[in-house]
């Protein structure tokens, strides 16, 4: 059905508000775009109505881009190593899900009280092996905590979860990633990059 353009002449909230009288198809309590703005400035009526409908709408998106700006800010003023805290914060979180129904990597325990993302390369050594999935594992408090990640029998835990071959890749990346600096761009994309998986494993 198409609809007929009607004159510009004040309807409900704005009766009695003339209007400009032109024929127009899009009308606001009867009112033209021109005339609805000048009944809201104008009169009493149309004032109730703008502080009601408008300036609640104007604060709250005010709000917001002043808490967007205040994250920006925040963002652009944190460290690397804060950066670095921030990614594996959702990065390990993964690695538990991920690893939810495994046993522990190194004893093979499955009734730990509490469970660590353990690295198998100390990632304050090989630090470019703090984000190598293959390099950390489901690990319980005792052996990664107490005692110090129970480095031989983690090792036997690998190869039988990835194969030697897979090990021995390993072996050698990590010759390459001693003392890796990452910069804020690439923390950035690897904490998106984990919250995005860890979406995906909640579905």
Known sequence: MTQKPKKCKGINKAHGYDGCGKEVLKRTYGLCSYCYWDWMQ???AGQVHYKKQFIPKVESRT?????????????????????????????????????????????????????HAGH???AE?????????????????????????????????LVKKYGKEA?????????????YKFDRE??????????????????
């Open 42 to 44: 104008n009169t009493e």
């Open 63 to 115: 709000k917001k881009e002043i808490k967007k700006k205040e994250r920006q800010r925040n963002e652009s003023l944190k460290t690397i190593a804060r950066l670095k805290n921030d990614a594996r914060v959702p990065f390990q979180k993964f690695i538990r899900m991920r690893d939810a129904n495994d046993a522990c990597i190194s004893c093979g325990t499955t009734t730990a009280k509490i469970w």
């Open 120 to 122: 198998y390369f100390k």
């Open 125 to 157: 050594i090989f630090t470019g092996l703090v984000f190598n999935e293959m390099n950390v594992n489901k690990q319980c408090e005792k052996c990664n905590t107490f005692l110090d990640g129970n480095e031989s029998e983690y090792r036997k835990g």
């Open 167 to 179: 090990v021995s890749r390993l072996d050698e990346l990590s010759n390459s990633k001693r003392d």
């Open 186 to 203: 690439e923390l950035r994309k690897i904490k998106k990059e984990y919250q995005q998986k860890i979406k995906e494993l909640n579905k």
